[in-house]
């Protein structure tokens, strides 16, 4: 088992304030039972089929599952305090997500232009070379 690092707090504040901006009311957060269809779909065998095609291995479905369960262990909770309880959760989740590798990562910055790209036409009037005849 892999030890997870520690979460950056200042990124888990920002996602926290995001959250609390798209999650407005205790309504806006995702029900048990929309958690719970997503865990289903997630195993229905065009879900896994597309993954085996897209990512070469079978879904994992175990996070929708963790998610349903926290959402179930919430049931008595007041719906405020579920709603901070589920954005807390989720900023957590994102600030993961945000400092974890990405596919991001592969690409370099660029600080100057390439050279000599588009390329350029030096005489406007000389016949650009047919591709198709």
Same mark, same amino acid.
């Given at each position: 088992m892999s030890r997870e690092e520690p979460l950056n707090p200042e990124i888990v504040r920002q996602e926290e304030e995001y959250l609390r901006k798209v999650h407005p009311t205790p309504e806006d957060v995702p029900a048990c039972m929309k958690l719970f269809d997503d865990f289903l779909l997630c195993n229905v065998i065009s879900s896994q089929a597309r993954s085996l095609w897209r990512y070469g291995e079978m879904a994992t479905c175990a996070p929708k599952l963790e998610e349903f369960k926290f959402c179930m262990s919430l049931k008595g909770v007041h719906p405020e305090e579920k709603r901070d309880l589920w954005i807390?959760?989720?900023? &957590?989740?994102w600030a993961r997500r945000r400092a974890g590798r990405s596919s991001e990562?592969?690409?370099d910055v660029r600080t100057e232009p390439? &050279?000599?790209f588009p390329p350029r036409r030096l005489d406007p009037n000389m016949p650009t070379p047919r591709t198709i005849d």
């Open positions: 807390r959760r989720r900023a &957590e989740w990562d592969v690409w390439l &050279e000599n």
